[in-house]
Each structure stands twice: as C-alpha cells, then as structure tokens.
C-alpha cells in the first residue's frame, strides 16, 4: 500500500532561514506527487506538483521541491521564509495507476518568527 | 468565481445518529472527493466519484456512503456514529478523473460526535 511519511512535524523558523521539509513516500511505479500548503484560516492549495521530466519542480510563492526517485523522496525547500509562510504543509503521492486516491503525509506546521 | 462550497460548516451528533454532509464543486468540475481529516493527521481518502460514479474508494466501514447528482454536486453519508468518526470532512473537486488533475479543497465540514 501506498504511504507517505513527513519526517517533522513541528518547525520553527526565524524570517530569511532556509526552509526544507522532508517527504518520503513507499511505491514501488510511477507517481504524482503534490505538496499542499493551509494558510491559517484558508482551505488547503496547491503548492507544487510534479508528474515528470525536471525533478527540481518550482510552485508559488518561491517554493521549490525536488524529486529524487532513488530515495523515495520529494523534499519541499525555500531559501529565505518570511513570516507570512507560517502554515501547515503536507507532501501527497497519487500513484499513476489511473485511479485518483491521493495519500496525503501527517502534515508539517511551520511558523516562522518574525 | 466561486470555490468548492460544504455545508454545513460545523455540526454536533450524538452516537449512533446519521449525518449527511454536501459539497458543490467549482462550476464545470466533474469529479469530487472526500476526505476525513482526523486533528494531527493528513487527509485520509475516503471516496471518488466522476460523473455519478463511484472511481474510488479507500479504507473506510460500509457505514460510510457517497453519491453524486447530475449537477455534480455530492452527498456523504455517514450511518450509526461513532465517537472516532469526529474529524474535519473536506471535499475536493476537479475537472476530470485523472491523477494528473489538481484538486481544489473546501473549507470542510467539522463533525463532532458526542
């Protein structure tokens, strides 16, 4: 069975820190992968996708995350936050089987001290 | 123009009571999802449907149910209660069945099961 695992759970952060958060996923074929991000107050987004070609995929607001099919893994990065990224964020896998069960990680919150 | 819409937005139900909880995609989108999201956790699948049709279905009892009209706006239904069904319920929707597709989320509906 598909899982998706999000190494932290909680992360705190001062503005103009780097930002990485983990993401590794279990399947074994071809996949979608997303990272979503839930403002405070505001509906899950879509913050990213990647479906194929360039790993390093870009998304709003400078987001950036790379798929790395040898370890299972798309990591969500951004190289300076500011206070306004403070969010829950969470990595999803939809596996290219042509069905659209999307597994969504526990989720990462972020806040991000100004 | 408008987002995916849930109704209601907050609900209180007792053990073994029945709950329905609706959702209107954004005009023009086919498809719609539900998903239970549990305080701490991700979304957690529970159905899809594309054009009034069942797509998908993930680990959830028989109590669980679903449907989808003809102006592709759906229903979920939840039977006999039970204290753990208490989550935040969230509908997605997008154009079509494909797991390339974006989905877009709703505020959700928060069921509290006392």
């Known amino acids: 069975a598909q899982s998706v695992s999000q190494h932290n759970h909680h992360v705190i952060l001062s503005e103009a820190a780097s930002l990485e958060l983990g993401c590794n996923y279990s399947y074994g074929g071809t996949v979608n992968l997303f990272w979503y991000v839930q403002y405070p107050g505001q509906h899950l987004q879509l913050l990213l996708k990647?479906?194929?070609?360039?790993?390093l995929v870009k998304g709003i607001k400078g987001f950036e995350a790379e798929f790395i099919k040898s370890k299972f893994s798309f990591n969500l990065r951004k190289p300076s936050v500011q206070w306004s990224d403070t969010a829950e964020y969470f990595c999803a896998v939809n596996a290219n089987t042509g069905g659209f069960k999307t597994i969504f990680g526990a989720g990462t919150r972020l806040f991000v001290k100004a | 123009d408008a987002g995916v819409t849930q109704s209601p937005t907050h609900l209180i139900k007792t053990r073994g009571q029945h709950v329905t909880l609706r959702c209107s995609p954004i005009s023009g989108h086919k498809s719609v999802s539900w998903y239970q999201q549990v305080l701490g956790q991700g979304p957690q699948f529970i159905f899809q449907?594309?054009?009034?049709?069942?797509?998908g279905r993930g680990n959830f009892p028989d109590r669980f149910s679903a449907r989808q009209f003809p102006n592709y706006s759906s229903e979920l239904n939840v039977n006999a209660l039970l204290l753990g069904d208490s989550a935040l319920y969230l509908c997605a929707s997008s154009l079509y069945i494909s797991s390339y597709n974006e989905q877009f989320f709703g505020p959700g509906t928060r069921l509290t099961v006392l």
């Open positions: 449907y594309y054009e009034k049709e069942e797509r």
């Open positions: 990647y479906f194929s070609g360039d790993p």
